[in-house]
């Protein structure tokens, strides 16, 4: 069964979703990067972790091909910008997956994700 099946489908990527950028937009090294209207950025990361997790692939129906990394590259993520946004999604996983197996699962995935997306040193170190 896909990951996106055994966490609870759309309701559960919705539900994770909502738990996450509330924690992003409220964390001092992540909200300046983001708008002010954070719904879209919402809803592509909706479609995203639907196809990411192994459901239909919703965000490549509506925007093409997800090259994500490189979508990222006009945003500074340093290495402590990848860790606070890992920090936010545990605590949205925390929040919104109950199996302490499949949250590890879901975790890894992620985690490699955002270090690969990390593409500027951490400011002030050299
Ligand atoms: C490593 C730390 C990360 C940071 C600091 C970060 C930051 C951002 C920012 C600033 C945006 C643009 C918001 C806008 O539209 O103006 C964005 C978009 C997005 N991010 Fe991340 N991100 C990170 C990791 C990730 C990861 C790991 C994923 C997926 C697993 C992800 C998925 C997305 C998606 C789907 C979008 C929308 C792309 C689009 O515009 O089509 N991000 N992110």
Not at 53 to 73: I, N, S, V, W
Not at 102 to 123: G, H, K, M, P, S
Request: hydrophobic fraction near 40%.
């Amino acid at each position: 069964m896909e990951l996106y099946e055994r966490m609870g489908g759309a309701t559960a990527i919705r539900r994770l979703v909502e738990a996450f950028y509330p924690r992003v937009v409220a964390h001092p090294l992540l909200a300046p990067l983001f708008p002010e209207d954070i719904g879209p950025v919402m809803d592509k990361q909706e479609q995203f972790l639907t196809q990411f997790f192994g459901g239909p692939p919703r965000y490549t129906m509506e925007h093409g091909h997800p090259m994500m990394r490189a979508r990222h590259l006009a945003f500074p993520i340093t290495p402590a910008r990848a860790d606070a946004w890992l920090a936010c999604m545990r605590e949205a996983l925390e929040d919104t997956v109950e199996e302490e197996a499949l949250r590890d699962v879901l975790w890894e995935r992620l985690r490699n994700t955002a270090y690969f997306f990390i593409n500027r040193e951490d400011e002030g170190s050299s």
